[in-house]
């Protein structure tokens, strides 16, 4: 899940460039992530490590010029990981475009701002 913390805090951890920000637009992630509502999410996160289940992450999307918000539901050992919406009937995720590779992976949304 998300980390609960102060706004001063995200706003330290966005200006160290620890943290990036992105606006949510779509209502794929209802109820979790609201559409308007921002999140930071670390793009060092997987640089070490794979995605794990249940994380919800930032990807590009495999076909198009934009990023997405989804919830890893499946990840293979070979790193690719199959992405899901947490509201499956508003969302374009793995079951329209397959697994998605770890290359694509962004990041792990870390915080959410209200």
């Known amino acids: 899940m998300l980390e609960e913390i102060g706004t001063g805090k995200k706003?330290?951890?966005?200006?160290?460039g620890v943290r990036r920000r992105l606006r949510i637009t779509g209502s794929s992630m209802i109820p979790l992530l609201q559409p308007g509502e921002e999140i930071l999410f670390?793009?060092?996160?997987?640089?070490?490590?794979?995605p794990q289940e249940?994380?919800?992450v930032?990807?590009?999307h495999p076909f198009q010029n934009q990023k997405i918000v989804k919830r890893v539901a499946v990840v293979l050992e070979?790193?690719?990981c199959f992405l899901i919406g947490d509201n499956p009937l508003a969302s374009t995720d793995s079951r329209s475009y397959g697994f998605v590779t770890?290359?694509?992976i962004l990041g792990q949304v870390t915080h959410k701002f209200p």
Do not use: C
Not at 11 to 16: A, P
Not at 42 to 50: D, E, I, L
């Open 11 to 16: 706003l330290l951890l966005l200006l160290l």
């Open 42 to 50: 670390n793009p060092q996160a997987y640089q070490q490590k794979f």
């Open 54 to 56: 249940d994380d919800i």
């Open 58 to 60: 930032v990807a590009q």
């Open 78 to 80: 070979d790193g690719s």
């Open 102 to 104: 770890k290359d694509k």
